[in-house]
């Protein structure tokens, strides 16, 4: 079936360090791909996306890469700040219906 | 900004007992999910709804859940007869449509736990 393979599962890097974490997935007929910012206790809220006809996609610090032959993309944070830490997860979709990655808890440090 | 509620925001019940979760949708969006997160680990798929019909649903979706759409507004979970590992955080979601991309806005979520 579907699956989308998120790596690391935690991070922990210093304020103002750029932060990389990477998603897999295996339907190569999946076309969109949000990434989701989840604070402890609340729900998850989308922070970018890109769709597969699109290899980057910049907002601010956060950039996302794709990279559909390899069936894999990115999230990149520069500039990290305290308020950044969190669990993010990557997702997938084919259909419609959200497939997600494990999360990747990031830590950054003061 | 309009949002996805849910109700109740937590639900304790004892094993057997059916549970009911409700959830009322963005008012203009056609595609209503439910998705489940046990503590500490990912968020998965359940189920999808779009025009009074179930049109995807997981493995963990089996006889013992149902999704309804009684009005115009409220889209509803029930589980039937509650396990202990259904205890997790329930979250609605839904999205304008159509076509299968488009941003997903997810409620507070409701955190059943079962005993």
């Known amino acids: 079936g579907e699956n989308v393979e998120q790596h690391p599962s935690t991070l922990s890097v210093q304020e103002g360090d750029s932060a990389v974490i990477k998603c897999t997935y295996s339907d190569s007929a999946s076309n969109y791909f949000p990434w989701y910012k989840q604070e402890l206790g609340k729900r998850p809220q989308l922070i970018i996306d890109?769709?597969?006809?699109?290899g980057e996609k910049k907002d601010q610090r956060i950039a996302v890469t794709l990279n559909k032959t390899a069936k894999h993309f990115s999230l990149h944070i520069t500039e990290t700040q305290p308020e950044d830490s969190a669990v993010y997860f990557c997702?997938?979709?084919?259909?419609?219906?959200?497939?997600f990655g494990q999360g990747t808890t990031l830590q950054v440090k003061p | 900004e309009p949002e996805v509620t849910q109700t109740p925001s937590h639900q304790v019940t004892q094993m057997g007992q059916e549970v009911i979760l409700r959830c009322v949708p963005i008012s203009n969006h056609l595609y209503f999910y439910w998705y489940r997160q046990i503590l500490g680990q990912k968020v998965e798929f359940l189920v999808s709804f779009y025009n009074n019909e179930i049109s995807e649903k997981s493995e963990i979706f089996d006889d013992q859940f149902s999704v309804e759409r009684p009005d115009g507004s409220n889209f509803t979970l029930k589980i039937r007869s509650t396990k202990l590992e259904d205890s997790a955080m329930y979250f609605c979601a839904s999205r304008v449509g159509s076509g299968n991309t488009g941003e997903l806005f997810f409620g507070e979520g409701s955190r059943l736990t079962v005993l």
């Open positions: 997702a997938a979709s084919t259909t419609g219906k959200l497939i």
């Open positions: 890109i769709r597969s006809n699109v």
